[in-house]
């Protein structure tokens, strides 16, 4: 069995019986090093965390009171980072990947396990709790949702597809991936105090963790042979 076609059968693992499951899950484990999708879900839902943690220190030595984010809001941080960094990984996908069906594939193994892995592991020790929970929200008008983490994958993809990853020089900022991210963060912490400057700040340790995370997004299938597009601009 391939690589591929084991970790298509992983995604079907709840319709699998007890044995079948238990063979599965010895074989992936046998067979995790061989595995790009997994390495890249586990540094991205990692840098996403620790992301969260440099918003939580940069707001809160700058706030008008010591305070921590709340759980919630903490999960709502981490998400916004897997959010920026799973787009990312998307467009360097579509350099390293050219066959769409295998990038298709590629793409729903990390988002399958970042949820799963983001669903088992602790965040911090000060935020006891895992990256993604089951919370129930009230809309308007009166309608009850389940959230379950990762919930505006699909929004927040539409929205960064279209927009440049840098403004051109002289350009303002609004308008690129990294600002808008910013500005998703920002909202977070308006829940706490209303402070602009958090929307660059943002913005800034994102870029610098994506600059982290590009030795791992090169290791996916069929990689290009030489540094290509935003990859060669960041690194001027």
């Given at each position: 069995?391939?690589?591929?076609?084991?970790?298509?059968?992983?995604?079907?693992?709840?319709?699998?019986?007890?044995?079948?499951?238990?063979?599965?899950?010895?074989?992936?484990?046998?067979?995790?090093?061989?595995?790009?999708?997994?390495?890249?879900?586990?540094?991205?839902?990692?840098?996403?965390?620790?992301?969260?943690?440099n918003?939580?220190?940069?707001?809160?030595?700058?706030?008008?009171?010591?305070?921590?984010?709340?759980?919630?809001?903490?999960?709502?941080?981490?998400?916004?980072?897997?959010?920026?960094?799973?787009?990312?990984?998307?467009?360097?996908?579509?350099?390293?990947?050219?066959?769409p069906?295998?990038?298709?594939?590629?793409?729903?193994?990390?988002?399958?396990?970042?949820?799963?892995?983001?669903?088992?592991?602790?965040?911090?020790?000060?935020?006891?709790?895992?990256?993604?929970?089951?919370?129930?929200?009230?809309?308007?008008?009166?309608?009850?949702?389940?959230?379950?983490?990762?919930?505006?994958?699909?929004?927040?993809?539409?929205?960064?597809?279209?927009?440049?990853?840098?403004?051109?020089?002289?350009?303002?900022?609004?308008?690129?991936?990294?600002?808008?991210?910013g500005?998703?963060?920002?909202?977070?912490c308006?829940?706490?105090?209303?402070?602009?400057?958090?929307q660059?700040?943002?913005?800034?340790?994102?870029?610098?963790a994506?600059?982290?995370?590009?030795?791992?997004?090169?290791?996916?299938?069929?990689?290009?042979?030489?540094?290509?597009?935003?990859f060669?601009?960041?690194?001027?």
């Open positions: 069995m391939s690589d591929d076609e084991l970790l298509h059968l992983a995604d079907q693992r709840d319709s699998l019986g007890g044995v079948a499951r238990q063979a599965l899950a010895a074989e992936l484990r046998k067979r995790r090093m061989n595995f790009v999708a997994p390495t890249v879900a586990e540094t991205i839902l990692g840098a996403a965390i620790a992301g969260a943690r918003i939580e220190r940069e707001f809160w030595a700058k706030a008008s009171k010591p305070g921590k984010f709340k759980d919630e809001h903490f999960q709502d941080i981490v998400a916004e980072f897997v959010y920026v960094f799973f787009h990312l990984c998307d467009r360097d996908a579509y350099v390293a990947i050219p066959d069906q295998k990038r298709s594939i590629f793409l729903d193994s990390v988002f399958y396990y970042i949820l799963q892995f983001g669903k088992t592991s602790w965040m911090a020790d000060d935020h006891p709790v895992p990256a993604f929970t089951e919370r129930k929200e009230w809309i308007e008008p009166r309608l009850l949702i389940v959230r379950s983490g990762m919930d505006d994958l699909d929004e927040r993809q539409k929205q960064y597809g279209p927009l440049p990853l840098f403004a051109a020089p002289g350009a303002p900022l609004a308008g690129t991936v990294f600002w808008e991210f500005r998703h963060i920002a909202q977070i308006d829940h706490y105090e209303h402070r602009p400057s958090i660059f700040e943002a913005g800034l340790i994102a870029c610098a994506y600059k982290d995370l590009i030795p791992i997004f090169t290791k996916m299938h069929e990689p290009p042979r030489k540094l290509v597009g935003f060669r601009r960041l690194f001027r």
